[in-house]
């Protein structure tokens, strides 16, 4: 099987875990637990799908410095390609503080280098490598927008799959643009805020009706509820979350989308990829950070057996 390439952003995690609540100005809170890791929601579906055996080809920017140092050699050390990373001397490497719970997290990103990467930069020749192209964090990669419609048409022409995760929009303008991508993307992976706000809908399953276009296989995330999406019939098909010991929920979106990935590329039933993707996700909550406790094969198959 060909390996995906993941197109994205490329960061660095600084993540503070068991916060009473969230810091207000002029005042300070205490976490119970610090982690740095390899972040942004690129980097660790990357780093997921390695995990589970996937090859991965990596396409992003990072700074000339220590950071981007790091995040590349985090991405290296997993196995994955970075011939198609470019280093950027007149920029920084993004960093993200997070702020989290068991349950949630919120964030604040400086971008730097986030936004840098050109549709253009992904040649014929890098697609031709891969069979499956994912993108994450449309909102945050502003210069990729313009042309991402482009090179997801490139890389269905070469027979290519495609995936997409949005991501939260910082501005909340969400838009009409990527409603106007789905049709060429083969599976989109929002969370239930993404999807009602692309969808224009209130709940996770009016968005799902809203977003169908007989093309794409949307799944939406609905963190410890687990996840929804519609089957060959158009009927709801519901996926419970797994019962873990879940010490930090950063990065749990990206994970299920690297499980859900893994299986559907492989040709299993919905239902199961629903499964697999729950249970990745699941499993990334045991360590702080988003790649820390990323699940095997190995684990996945254990807790699907044990949770039938």
């Not at 007149?90 to 549709?119: F, N």
């Not at 010490?247 to 749990?252: F, L, R």
Request: one cysteine or more; aromatic letters at 6%.
């Amino acid at each position: 099987m060909k390996p995906v390439l993941v197109a994205g952003e490329i960061n660095a995690d600084l993540v503070f875990t068991g916060c009473a609540g969230l810091p207000a100005f002029g005042r300070e809170i205490l976490a119970e637990g610090f982690r740095q890791g390899p972040g942004s929601s690129s980097m660790i579906c990357a780093m997921g799908l390695a995990r589970l055996g996937d090859g991965v080809l990596f396409a992003g920017v990072a700074g000339q410095d220590g950071w981007g140092d790091y995040c590349v050699g985090a991405l290296r050390a997993a196995g994955i390609d970075t011939g198609a990373v470019r280093r950027d001397a007149a920029l920084r490497t993004g960093i993200t503080v997070a702020l989290s719970d068991a349950r949630d997290r919120a964030l604040v990103t400086y971008p730097g280098a986030i936004a840098a990467l050109r549709a253009e930069e992904i040649d014929d020749a890098l697609l031709a490598r891969a069979g499956h192209l994912h993108v994450s964090s449309y909102y945050l990669q502003r210069a990729l927008q313009p042309g991402l419609g482009a090179l997801f048409a490139r890389a269905r022409a070469l027979g290519l799959t495609t995936s997409l995760d949005p991501g939260f929009d910082p501005a909340q303008r969400w838009g009409a643009e990527l409603l106007e991508l789905l049709p060429l993307v083969d599976v989109f992976l929002p969370n239930a805020l993404e999807a009602c706000a692309v969808g224009g809908e209130p709940t996770a399953a009016r968005a799902l009706k809203a977003l169908e276009n007989g093309v794409t296989r949307t799944v939406v995330k609905l963190g410890g509820e687990g996840c929804l999406a519609l089957d060959e019939d158009g009927a709801p098909l519901a996926v419970p979350a797994f019962r873990v010991e879940a010490v930090d929920s950063t990065g749990a979106g990206d994970s299920f989308d690297a499980g859900f990935l893994h299986a559907w590329r492989r040709g299993l039933p919905l239902r199961e990829c629903l499964r697999w993707g729950a249970a990745c996700g699941g499993l990334s909550t045991r360590g702080i950070g988003g790649t820390a406790a990323q699940a095997t094969v190995e684990d996945v198959r254990r807790l699907l057996a044990e949770t039938p």
